[in-house]
């Protein structure tokens, strides 16, 4: 395959270069295959690009373009979208003013050992994550949208944009199932945030050994206990993970300020 050059990062940083490659393929790859969107299809990816708009904490270039694509799928009174025209403003009219999302993917913290592992799957994980964690610090981000006061927001966002959109249609059946089961058990933005951890938990555990697996990335139980010590416990013998410290981890890990701009251009 094609060799792209190893990038030295660090495993307790989280990569805007990750975040930012995840978008560019989200609309420009994942979505291209619509050719037009309407109906639930342009309910959930409008909802999608509300919910990054307001909670991404990203650079001004990269939060304006996402508010401008979203004023212009709020505006638009069409009830049926062709893609061709999402693609015209993420590329072209947005230049202009400065408005601007890479058109390059350059996975950092994703990276993997081979060009087909990894990657794209591993950038949305992080951006969910990071989204739970910013709807939780910023409680009124949400104002006037229609989501205000939901603390299912973002995971019956992401729910919706995996189960629709998502090209791996395996990934969406598992992920609906698990959310149907428990997933309006969550009442609060901090549950928001401890059940996609827990999910993306069973996820790695059943997914350990399997192709999907970069063998220098093996799935575990995250966070290993050299990321976060006081996350695990032991109960009569049995490892227990204390949640109140996982969650205090999950919102500094995941948090703006953890975000490194390192290899971001
Ligand atoms: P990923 O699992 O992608 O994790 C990315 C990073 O998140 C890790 O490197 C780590 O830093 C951090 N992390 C790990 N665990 C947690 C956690 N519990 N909480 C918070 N952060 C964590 N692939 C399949 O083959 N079958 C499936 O059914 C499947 N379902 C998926 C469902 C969803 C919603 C998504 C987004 C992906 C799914 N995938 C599935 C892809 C798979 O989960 C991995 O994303 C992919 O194999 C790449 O793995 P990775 O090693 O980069 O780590």
Known sequence: GTQVEWKVFEKSKVYMADLESGLHY?????????????????????????VVA??????QSVVKLLETLLEWLVSLPLEKIPYD???????????ISGLYLGEQVQWVGCQGSSVALRGYPCSLWTLFH???????NRPDALANTGFEDDPLAVLQTMRRYIGTFFGCQE????FEEM????????KTVDE???????????????????????PMFPKTQWPTPDLCPTCHEEQEG???WNEQMVLAFLKQHYGASNISLKYSS
């Open 26 to 50: 989200l609309l420009r790859v994942e979505l291209a295959t619509h050719k037009t969107l309407e109906g639930e299809e342009l309910k959930t990816f409008k909802d999608f690009v509300t």
């Open 130 to 136: 990071v989204l739970t964690v910013q709807a939780a």
């Open 179 to 186: 959310a149907q089961e428990s997933v309006n058990q969550v």
């Open 85 to 95: 025209a999402i693609l015209d403003l993420v590329n072209n009219k947005m230049r």
């Open 238 to 240: 049995l490892h227990v």
């Open 54 to 59: 307001k909670l991404f904490p990203g650079r």
């Open 171 to 174: 990934c969406g059946k598992h």
């Open 192 to 214: 928001a945030v401890l059940w996609l951890w827990r999910k993306h938990n069973q996820v790695n555990a059943r997914l350990a050994g399997s192709m999907s697996e970069d």
